[in-house]
């Protein structure tokens, strides 16, 4: 069983930045890909960003530009670098590990002022 742990979350103006991290209790590299979703309020749960084991990326078009997912092997960390929000960014963000089996952490609430 994997944990995840998200940190970095809070209030931000917009035009802001913040940098969300998620900690796995384990090796993130075991994993297919790391990504980072999203729940607004009254909205689905969408797909942000992606990284996959061999370190390839990819990004949902309202975000392109502006985040940017990396990761840190050795610490087994994936973190979401978030620049130029937006109130439409207003979310839970929710990390993900993708393999065999599903793993979620418990969400980062990112709140961006307008």
């Known amino acids: 069983q994997v944990q995840l742990a998200e940190s970095g979350g809070g209030l931000v103006q917009a035009g802001g930045s913040l940098r969300l991290a998620c900690v796995a209790s384990?090796?993130?590299?075991?994993?297919?890909?790391m990504n980072w979703y999203r729940r607004a309020p009254g909205k689905q749960r969408e797909l942000v960003a992606t990284?996959?084991?061999?370190?390839?990326?990819n990004y949902a078009d309202p975000v392109k530009g502006r985040f940017t997912i990396s990761r840190d092997i050795a610490k087994n960390t994936v973190y979401l670098q978030m620049n130029s929000l937006k109130s439409e960014d207003t979310a839970v963000y929710y990390c993900?590990?993708?393999?065999?089996?599903?793993?979620w952490g418990q969400g980062t609430q990112v709140t961006v002022s307008s």
């Open positions: 384990g090796s993130i590299f075991s994993f297919n890909a």
């Open positions: 993900n590990a993708q393999g065999g089996n599903m793993y």
């Open positions: 990284i996959t084991r061999s370190g390839s990326t």
